[in-house]
């Protein structure tokens, strides 16, 4: 069975940072490529970040130069470290994990539940 758990969302004020975690069970993170995506109310699911399971990343302007996307395989995790926040980026945030998927939320297999990141101005 597999589970992906997110942990590190909060309220903190525009300019500030948080780091999101997502640990694994049931699979290998390894071989797996992981995004993050976020969700505002009333909008679609959005890309944020990912990371292929070779290392290469990728990321939404809007978030370029301020969030880093990471993995330690050997602790399954990977990691969203948010600096430089803005009021914009207020959503819940998710982890996802696929073999074979890069940025389009609808290759991804796996979910996690999310974890809410408000920030306020």
């Known amino acids: 069975q597999v589970q992906l758990v997110e942990s590190g969302g909060g309220l903190v004020q525009a300019g500030g940072s948080l780091r999101l975690s997502c640990v694994a069970s049931?699979?290998?993170?390894?071989?797996?490529?992981m995004g993050w995506f976020r969700q505002a109310p009333g909008k679609e699911r959005e890309f944020v970040a990912s990371?292929?399971?070779?290392?290469?990343?990728s990321y939404v302007e809007s978030v370029k130069g301020r969030f880093t996307i990471s993995r330690d395989n050997a602790k399954k995790t990977v990691y969203l470290q948010m600096n430089n926040v803005k009021p914009e980026d207020t959503a819940v945030y998710y982890c996802a994990a696929d073999r074979f998927a890069t940025v389009g939320a609808n290759q991804y297999l796996y979910w996690g539940q999310g974890t809410q990141v408000t920030v306020s101005s």
């Open positions: 990371i292929h399971r070779l290392g290469g990343i």
């Open positions: 049931g699979i290998t993170l390894s071989n797996y490529n």
